[in-house]
């Protein structure tokens, strides 16, 4: 195994032996966490601006894709449609959604927080858990009034479908 040496940086303890990637980056995280903790707040924002700022060039530069999630795929619906759906954790009531909902989506079209147009199946993931839960099936009740995309009436929830979904949960 070959030993390395890290550079010291600036304020730093003279380099300290390092085996190998792993052991390279705790070594480096750990001066960071030495250095920033002996920084003034006014100092520490400047400097954590500045390496956001860094990685989102870096991020550009490399083409380089973030990993979403469900969550973020509902984040990026409540903004394309904040008349319709409540952010993921949002104390709001829900309401009904209308009956094909999806295929609207899919047809205007929605940005990722990723930036790369959400696909069908991300759109169906992110509506299917948006429609799970306590607070969907709350708002289900019979002759509730389903919306649009835009927030506008779009039928209404029918005994059946209401009653087929307590039906799921008992």
Do not use: W
């Amino acid at each position: 195994m070959k030993m390395l040496t890290t550079p010291p940086l600036a304020d730093d303890t003279p380099g300290t032996p390092v085996a190998d990637d792993a052991d390279k980056r705790l070594a480096v995280a750990a001066r960071m966490s030495y250095l920033l903790n002996r920084m003034t707040p006014d100092r520490l924002r400047l400097v954590l601006t500045e390496a956001e700022r860094i990685v989102a060039e870096d991020d550009a530069a490399a083409g380089t894709k973030r990993r979403t999630g469900l969550r973020a795929d509902r984040r990026a619906l409540a903004v394309a449609f904040p008349a319709c759906f409540n952010p993921p954790k949002s104390k709001a009531p829900k309401r009904p959604l209308k009956i094909g909902i999806t295929a609207d989506i899919v047809a205007r079209g929605v940005t990722g927080e990723d930036g790369q147009p959400l696909s069908r199946k991300r759109i169906e993931r992110a509506v299917r858990d948006y429609c799970l839960g306590t607070k969907y099936d709350a708002a289900l009740i019979p002759g509730a009034i389903r919306i649009d995309l835009d927030g506008n009436p779009a039928g209404s929830v029918s005994a059946s479908h209401a009653a087929s979904r307590r039906r799921e949960e008992g």
